[in-house]
């Protein structure tokens, strides 16, 4: 008898969720997350994907570090040379002295 | 619109695409986190997540099974994961607790959950179900919740668990020997 009570009981628990509806997502929910997966896309993005958007900075970057450095160390290198060829011209001076 | 012409839509990122997708199977997706997690916060966060992903590889969908199936085996995957997450993170709550130190993670589902969609006379008993499919590993427990709650077929559970039937069938044998178990157990300590 308390067998049976007991797995009545069971039965009734197992049974519980038997025709139980559907839970409703909120409205405010939805909306949360359309805005959030959509926010900012659209035909702009599609285009133009934002991998794309960082590799053209990284290159821009890049290339603008490479014209600081040109201009920096140009003429640096440019004053260097004229020096070296004074040097050299100084050497074939004191050749030319010595008639050698 | 066919479905090939609608994920088509929701490819070049439209609006009115995911509007109406999340009008057809917001509901759905959500119910089914709800029943999987226990937790409305936790299914709306998840929900969130996983049209989020949608969004991210709907260009990656190559159409082997319907939208809904794809959408739903992310949702399992994803409610999957939270649930193992939590369950992990119990254990080494309980390991802690061992050594006298506190329990860091505390209960993960505090009181009773309420699924909305039971009716009045069932909340009593569902909660007590409820409580016990919480006991179950986390496949088990999501192969019991997406039949009982959700109406899947085995079949359904299958394709959204990305299991073979047979299986489906193994762990709703198992999670129903071991509900009968737990709930015995609770009958005799509760009720009787």
């Known amino acids: ?100 | 619109l066919t479905e090939r012409d609608f994920i088509e839509e929701l490819k070049k990122g439209r609006r009115e695409a995911y509007s109406r997708l999340l009008e057809l199977l917001g509901d759905k997706i959500y119910s089914a986190c709800a029943g999987l997690l226990q937790d409305r916060e936790d299914a709306e966060d998840v929900s969130q997540e996983v049209f989020a992903e949608v969004f991210r590889s709907v260009g990656n969908f190559r159409g082997d099974s319907s939208l809904e199936t794809w959408i739903r085996r992310i949702a399992v995957t994803k409610s999957l994961e939270l649930i193992r997450n939590r369950q992990r993170a119990k254990r080494f709550g309980k390991i802690i607790s061992l050594f006298g130190k506190e329990d860091l993670v505390g209960n993960m589902n505090p009181g009773t959950f309420q699924h909305p969609g039971v009716s009045l006379e069932n909340r009593e008993l569902s909660a007590v179900l409820f409580s016990a499919i919480r006991q179950l590993p986390a496949n088990q427990r999501t192969a019991f919740t997406l039949h009982k709650l959700e109406g899947l077929s085995y079949n359904e559970i299958a394709e959204a668990m990305q299991v073979s039937v047979s299986s489906v069938e193994s762990l709703m044998f198992r999670a129903k020997s071991r509900l009968r178990q737990l709930l015995g157990r609770y009958y005799e300590e509760n009720i009787r």
């Open chain 1, 1 to 100: 008898m308390v067998m049976n009570a007991k797995e009545e009981w069971i039965d009734r628990v197992m049974a519980s969720l038997d025709g139980a509806g559907k839970a409703e997502w909120e409205k405010a929910g939805k909306e949360m997350v359309l805005d959030r997966i959509l926010q900012g896309s659209g035909a702009a993005k599609s285009l133009l994907p934002s991998y794309l958007v960082k590799a053209a900075a990284v290159i821009l970057l890049l290339a603008g570090l490479n014209a600081l450095t040109m201009a920096f160390y140009g003429k640096n290198q440019t004053e260097a040379q004229e020096s070296s060829v004074a040097t050299d011209n100084d050497s074939f001076t004191y050749l030319n002295t010595y008639n050698l």
